[in-house]
């Protein structure tokens, strides 16, 4: 994981503090909610999202290193027991990444993953972990022609997200994305993209 990525995270975190000492409105999620604490901010519940950011990444057995702007949507569902928040979320991403090595360019036009969440929350602000399945295209490109290949694989990172009014919540994340090879007859190559992307982002909470 970079060190821009734990910065990027840490900075939003430290900010996140100034937001919780500010009074917030307690929400009773009772069809949602374990354990909630009384009067906290509850964190259970659906929720839609969207969020923006930047992937970089390689193409294994080449050196292309594909790298731009990703953005999409998102969505999840949060149980909560006392101070610990756990739930499911998954998204969809399209994404201008890519890179030219030799005569190819390699590009990764979306990518999605389903994942589990677990982290501790300090009344509206949440640190977690997220791990689970990533799934994707690789597309291969040579004197006009293309070759594009879906291949699964696993993610896992970190993220804070923060109650900023009423339903709606902010967020930093950090993913790690593995994708698994597949075979190019274009460049007649078993390849694979891997990557980490940065992205912040807002949440509706239902």
Excluded: C
Excluded at 54 to 80: F, H
Aim: proline share 3%; no cysteine.
């Amino acid at each position: 994981m970079s060190k821009f990525a734990f910065a990027a995270v840490a900075l939003v975190a430290a900010g996140a503090t100034t937001a919780h000492a500010a009074d917030m409105p307690y929400r009773s999620r009772a069809p949602y909610t374990v354990a909630q604490p009384l009067n906290a901010y509850s964190w259970a519940g659906p929720y839609l999202g969207a969020t923006l950011g930047y992937e970089w990444g390689s193409v294994s057995n080449t050196g292309a290193k594909p790298s731009g702007i990703a953005g999409g949507v998102t969505g999840g569902y949060n149980w909560q027991s006392g101070n610990i928040v756990f739930g499911l979320e998954g998204d969809l991403q399209g994404t201008g990444a890519d890179d030219r090595f030799a005569t190819y360019k390699f590009s990764n036009p979306w990518f999605g993953t389903a994942r589990g969440r677990i982290g501790y929350a300090f009344n509206n602000v949440l640190l977690y972990g997220t791990a689970g399945l990533s799934f994707g295209s690789l597309e291969a490109e040579l004197n006009g022609l293309q070759q594009s290949q879906t291949s699964v694989g696993w993610t896992a990172g970190v993220g804070a997200e923060v109650g900023i009014y009423q339903n709606w919540t902010a967020k930093i994340e950090y993913l790690y994305v593995d994708l698994s090879k597949n075979t190019y007859t274009l460049t007649g190559t078993d390849s694979a993209l891997s990557f980490g992307t940065v992205r912040i982002g807002v949440n509706y909470h239902f």
